[in-house]
């Protein structure tokens, strides 16, 4: 069972691929209002996911750091991170979700065949 901190980064990525969606739903000329409304009611539904939900995007999004092809990777990172993600670790600042992808890339050169498990 995943533990709180892996619960709240997976949130964090939904609610981050559904704030997208809903951007890109309500900027299709609706009304102003029924569109805070939709976007309201959309972020409330984004906010449900059970452990065992998590688990399974959590270990999909380890996948893309394993000894694969690029463009598997980046279709791997397209279905669990949002594009406009904000990624940041110690070796950069601030990137999105390219960013991601080249830093897993790099892990593999580093670390040939590592493969990250749930709780690593």
């Known amino acids: ?7 709240f980064f997976l949130v964090a990525i939904w609610l981050s691929q559904v704030q997208a969606e809903v951007s890109s739903k309500a900027s299709n000329g609706k009304a102003k209002e029924k ?20 688990s399974k995007l959590y270990e ?9 092809s690029d463009e598997q990777r980046t279709k791997i990172t397209a279905e669990v991170i949002a594009e406009n ?6 070796r950069h ?7 991601m992808i080249d830093d ?3 892990f593999q050169k580093k670390f040939p065949n590592r493969i990250l498990k749930n709780g690593d």
């Open 1 to 7: 069972m995943p533990n709180k901190r892996l619960v």
């Open 35 to 54: 569109n805070q409304q939709t976007v309201h009611g959309e972020q409330e539904k984004a906010k449900v996911i059970t452990n065992q939900e998590a």
């Open 60 to 68: 999909k999004y380890l996948d893309g750091w394993k000894a694969i």
């Open 85 to 90: 993600v904000q990624y940041s670790t110690p």
């Open 93 to 99: 600042e601030l990137g999105r979700r390219e960013t």
């Open 104 to 106: 897993m890339a790099e």
